[in-house]
């Protein structure tokens, strides 16, 4: 168990559709990150949130948006959903103080399924 | 523009003999290289890294070797093992560290360890 929650883990829905998955980062963690993986891709990186404030964005499509709370929670809406949106979603989170070293910790992932 | 390249998407070795996984990078800029090993329907796992200023980092029985010059990293596992049959990623950070640190990963290679 790596400490970062992702709700929900599986997600159906049609084209056209909204849905928003959430994630809580490990306690005492301040950034969180977002990651996509879809069929034979690795890992893409969405965007990245730290203390409330984005601070990087990767490949993120203008369909989808993300915040951080002031809890920390993050979420991510994904509309206006498209088949090719199918993919696992993970969220990282990564402990403060690390400097340019230091490893994320992942959920377990939220699987979405458009039809 | 894939900056971190796997060019093996699977691998398959028997038990007990040694695993080799290649990962290549073209960002110059990158200084500090991370593998994570992911099993179905988990998230990924934090294996073993290396900083720039290491060639080789070792942990029980896995060791990471870099070229920074061929801007190459490989992984080693001796002696490998059934339970080590999963997929992994190559990833690499540039030096924007702190709150703006991310990872960039490659597309992963399934290893496969055979009794």
């Known amino acids: 168990d790596s400490g970062v929650t992702q709700t929900p883990k599986h997600l159906i829905t049609a084209t056209g559709q909204r849905v928003t998955l959430r994630c809580s980062p490990r306690?005492?963690?301040?950034?969180v990150y977002w990651y996509q993986q879809s069929l034979d891709q690795g890992l893409q990186f969405l965007i990245q949130y730290y203390n409330g404030e984005e601070r990087a964005k990767g490949n993120i499509l203008e369909r989808f948006s993300a915040q951080q709370f002031p809890d920390l929670h993050s979420e991510l809406n994904l509309s206006s959903l498209e088949l090719g949106d199918s993919a696992l979603y993970f969220c990282?989170?990564?402990?403060?103080?690390?400097?340019?070293?230091?490893?994320?910790?992942f959920g377990e992932g939220s699987r979405l399924t458009v039809l | 523009d894939q900056q971190v390249k796997q060019n093996s998407p699977s691998l398959s070795v028997q038990e007990g003999r040694i695993s080799i996984l290649n990962c290549d990078y073209t960002?110059?800029?990158?200084?500090?290289f991370l593998w994570y090993k992911k099993y179905p329907a988990e998230g990924p796992t934090f294996l073993i890294s290396i900083s720039s200023i290491k060639d080789k980092n070792e942990d029980g029985r896995f060791t990471v070797f870099l070229n920074k010059s061929a801007k190459h990293l490989s992984l080693h596992i001796v002696p490998s093992q059934p339970g080590d049959s999963a997929v992994y990623f190559c990833?690499?950070?540039?030096?924007?560290?702190?709150?703006?640190?991310?990872?960039?990963f490659g597309k992963g290679t399934l290893l496969t360890v055979n009794p």
């Open positions: 990282a989170s990564r402990a403060p103080g690390q400097g340019t070293t230091g490893e994320l910790f």
């Open positions: 990833a690499a950070s540039a030096p924007s560290g702190g709150s703006n640190y991310k990872l960039t």
């Open positions: 960002n110059s800029m990158f200084d500090y």
């Open positions: 306690s005492g963690d301040l950034s």
